[in-house]
């Protein structure tokens, strides 16, 4: 069984939407989408410096884009035939165009206001993120609470990304949890999935009030809680609270392994997802889907384990 995955906020490097762009098609594509949101995708996918695409309202538009691209390069959905679909954080409205939820336009529409409304959340105070290596879990959510940081991404294989101001974050790398190895400061403007959040709930809830969902086809597994939701409202109204609320993704790969799962690729730009379920899933074959150098090996793999 496989399952297509996409990242989230973090994942962008500058540059890494070219070699997409030379696929048939593919510029004329992104260009309808950034007319559509009024944003200059392939400018940002290509020229622009780390800083820039570091930006929530311009990154999180760019990862969508870029998943939902590299994706069609593989064939429609029901070709890849995927036995479940996730994304992590702003990667779950990428799998909600998977899924039929969303169509292309309605998801860039969407994630284009969400990047908008978080920034401006971000702003309110400084904040950020960090991600903490090695640990356990427990002992680690415990110290964060007590540092007043929130545990935003469980992310399973022992990671856990913490959130809140960045003086609390500057306490926290002089006082780790006992047994963190490192703490990594992550490329992201925000203490996103926090409630530092609160202001882009109520603005992507107005946003998601003009947009008509469609059932998924596909079993699309939630980032709140690792449950597969069955109806197109459901993966809305998720999308809209997941902004302040923790991703799990430790169970969503619990989810993935109770499917059966045996493969997982993860769309453009991939490797972060890949490298959790490499520590998390053994044996269940991965393949991330960084350029389209990929796109043979993960045929092959479409062909052994789609549904």
Known sequence: MLVLV???????????????????????????????IGLDLAHYGTQADADAIRDTSVAQPLLVAAGILSASALGAIADIAPGAVAGHSVGEITAASFA????????????????????????????????????????????????????????GAGQIVAAGTLEQLAVLNDDKPEGVRKVVPLKVAGAFHTHHMAPAVDALAKAAADLTPADPTVTYVSNKDGRAV???????????????????????????????????IEVSPGG????????????????????????????????????
């Open 230 to 264: 069955a109806t197109g409202a459901e993966v809305l109204e998720r999308l809209v609270g997941q902004v302040a609320n923790p991703v799990r993704w430790d169970l969503c790969m619990e989810t993935f392994k109770e499917l059966g799962a045996t493969a997982l």
């Open 100 to 155: 039929g939820v969303l169509d292309d336009t309605a998801a860039l529409t969407l994630v284009r206001k969400r990047g908008l409304a978080m920034a401006d959340a971000a702003a309110i105070t400084e904040t950020g993120m960090s991600a903490l290596l090695g640990g356990d879990p427990e002992v680690s959510v415990a110290h964060l609470e007590k540092l007043g940081l929130t545990p935003a991404n469980v992310n």
């Open 272 to 307: 972060t997802l890949v490298g959790l379920a490499k520590r998390a899933l053994p044996g269940v074959k991965t393949l991330a889907l960084k350029t389209p150098d990929d796109l043979d090996a993960a045929r092959e793999l479409i062909a052994e384990h789609g549904a």
């Open 6 to 36: 996409a990242p989230g906020q973090g994942a962008q490097t500058p540059g890494f939407l070219t070699p997409w762009l030379e696929l048939p098609g593919a510029a004329d594509r992104v260009a309808a989408w950034s007319d559509a």
